[in-house]
């Protein structure tokens, strides 16, 4: 069996991208279909992001999507950054006039646009498999896909939005040959667990170690969440819990200072990459978030580009569709990118300085702890990574 419908936007994906767009794009009277291939718990539990810019909190509570994260989230006003056996602060606020960031985790924020969508009546569709999008050279295009009973539904959409992370399909679906990709793989990935521990510190520790980097970050006041660097092609079953306490002890040690454990919930080897997909349109189907885009998550920027690109495209397709201004349409692209490429910098900066590059390489370390002295004993260096941390481009509210 199959239907036929129509939706002004057709959203491949139910991550923070696709669903905060549709949630924008009703505000402003538009219509749209969102279909992800998960199940709805799935994409509640995925553990990924936790650090929101300034700027992404202001845009969610501007948006009616502040309640529980006002309450629940934790406002961050610096970081620690540790190498040769000390740990430094950065005082956000400080060096940047007041910035900050909050740690509320990307499941709640999934959570929360799950829960206002489907409170607003919108549709939309988990468990869906056989996803396509066609005829991207006619005015109106088409997103096909299977629900979770088995109907087959083509929808007749006036733009589609590829908000399906690095792995999806929109980017392929534009033609051959057009999509320029730029990357940068990293020789190391993250072991990250989440352990039911309060944290052991009041802000983020980013440790640079001979053995490899670490980073103590945390979910609630009674959840921790931590990443050790491991090798590339690293085998999660070599790492038993006390092994990776073991080593996060090791990592993040400094005198007078004790890492509490506790039982670890969840662990997983997160590989890492910088890719740049250019460009984020061709004609009727834009890209956003990680299906353009990825940094590696030393940045802590991949949630926040995401947030940031659907906040431009809502505005862009409003433009469209409902003014028949196609300008910031035609602007979306490049808007984005140079936003992309900032963070993309900043991602590989952070990345580059605080791992331990696998094989002897004593110029590279030296190189690197000079630029962590550096970035600690000078407020100019300080507040490079503090502007860029807290989130370089102002992002415009709605
Ligand atoms: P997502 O979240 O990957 O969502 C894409 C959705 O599309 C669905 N999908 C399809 N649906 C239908 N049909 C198809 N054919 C489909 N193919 C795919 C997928 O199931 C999925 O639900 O992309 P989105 O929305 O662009 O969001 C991007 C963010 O998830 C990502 O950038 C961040 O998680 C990155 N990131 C971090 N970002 C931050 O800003 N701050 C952080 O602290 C931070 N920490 C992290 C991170 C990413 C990590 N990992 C796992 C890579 C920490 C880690 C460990
Ligand atoms: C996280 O809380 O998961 C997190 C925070 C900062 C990062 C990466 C991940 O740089």
């Known amino acids: 069996m199959s239907t036929s419908s129509r939706a002004q936007v057709g959203i491949v994906g139910a991550g923070p991208a696709g669903l905060l767009l549709s949630h924008l794009l009703a505000l402003r009277g538009i219509d749209s279909i969102v279909v992800e291939n998960r199940s709805r718990a799935y994409c509640e539990a995925r553990q990924r992001a936790g650090l929101l810019e300034a700027g992404t909190v202001e845009l969610l509570r501007a948006v009616g999507l502040g309640k ?8 961050h006003g610096g ?5 040769a056996g000390e740990r430094h602060h950065l005082d956000f606020r400080d060096l940047t ?15 929360d646009l799950i829960q206002a969508r489907l409170a607003a009546g919108a549709r939309l569709e988990f468990e869906v498999s056989g996803t396509e999008v066609a005829g991207l050279d006619e005015d109106r295009p088409v997103l096909r896909y299977t629900d979770a009973a088995g109907t087959r539904h083509e929808v007749r959409c006036d733009v589609i939005a590829g908000c399906d992370g690095f792995h999806g399909i929109c980017r392929d679906s534009m033609p051959p040959g057009l999509v320029q990709a730029a990357e940068r793989g990293y ?14 510190t009041d802000e983020l520790i980013y440790s640079r170690h001979e053995d490899g980097f670490a980073l103590h970050t945390m979910r609630t006041p009674q959840v921790s969440r931590l990443y ?12 038993p819990d006390d092994r990776i306490w073991a080593e996060l002890r090791h990592r993040l040690e400094i005198p007078g200072w004790e890492l509490r ?10 590989p890492m990459r910088s890719f740049v997909a250019s460009p984020m349109r061709y004609r009727r189907l834009f890209l956003a978030g990680d299906a353009a885009h990825i940094v590696p998550p030393t940045g802590a920027k991949g949630l ?9 495209l809502a505005e862009a397709l409003t433009g469209l569709l409902r003014d028949g201004d196609p300008g910031l349409a035609d602007a979306y692209a490049d808007a984005s990118l140079r936003r992309v490429w900032r963070a993309t910098h900043f991602s590989w900066w952070m990345t580059s300085m605080l791992h331990v590059d696998p094989g002897p390489d004593r110029f590279g370390a030296e190189l690197q702890l000079a630029q962590l002295r550096y970035v600690v004993a ?4 300080a507040t490079t990574l503090a502007e860029n941390y807290t989130g370089y481009y102002p992002l415009r509210r709605p």
């Not at 050790?228 to 790492?239: C, F, G, K």
């Open 68 to 75: 529980r994260l006002d309450a629940e989230g934790l406002e």
């Open 79 to 83: 970081i620690y950054l540790q190498f």
């Open 97 to 111: 006039g007041g910035r900050w960031v909050t740690i509320y985790a990307q499941t709640e924020i999934v959570k």
């Open 187 to 200: 020789p190391y990935s993250w072991l990250g667990i989440l352990a039911t521990v309060p944290p052991s």
């Open 228 to 239: 050790l660097q491991v090798s590339a092609d690293e085998d999660i079953e070599r790492w």
């Open 261 to 270: 454990d506790g039982p670890i919930t969840e662990k997983a080897i997160l």
């Open 304 to 312: 926040n580009l995401a947030i940031a690109d659907v906040t431009v």
């Open 378 to 381: 000078s407020r100019a260096a």
